[in-house]
């Protein structure tokens, strides 16, 4: 079911999105970019996942609690993984959450519908909600 969503991803952003920090760097907040996609696998294996991934893709160890507590955090895996997580899906796969780099405050559960509806003319409304959100949050955050 991903693959074309992944397909269109790759073709459209191949040239935007900014290469993962190198593996031998620590990770930290200085090491984030400005558009990153972080792949959260739901593939049934290390295997799968490492041969559905595209070269600018960061993504979370297949083994990680991270991965798990990602999954639970954004109610979003494939169906198969509902038991072993133990939670109930509010999002279907392929999901496109975007995030906002500084906050992290979820910008849209609907990326992979503002791809087809807008290409590569994405970016600039995912940023478009990026600059809302912070005004928000200067406007109403003490």
Not at 58 to 78: G, I, N
Not at 102 to 111: A, E, S
């Amino acid at each position: 079911m991903s693959t074309p969503v992944t397909e269109q991803i790759d073709k459209l952003f191949r040239e935007v999105l900014m290469e993962p920090p190198d593996e031998d760097s620590p990770r930290n907040l200085l090491q984030r970019h400005g558009v990153s996609l972080v792949y959260v696998s739901s593939d049934r294996n290390e295997e799968e996942m490492e041969e559905y991934l595209k070269p600018n893709w960061m993504t979370v160890p297949f083994d990680s609690e991270e991965r798990a507590a990602l999954k639970r955090r954004f109610a979003t895996c494939a169906r198969r993984e509902l038991p072993v997580l133990g939670m109930e899906r509010k999002h279907e796969i392929p999901t496109l959450i975007v995030l906002s780099g500084p906050t992290h405050h979820v910008l849209t559960f609907h990326g992979v519908k503002d791809i087809e509806d807008l290409g590569v003319n994405a970016i600039d409304h995912w940023m478009d909600l990026e600059h809302l959100s912070a005004a928000l949050d200067e406007k109403y955050v003490d």
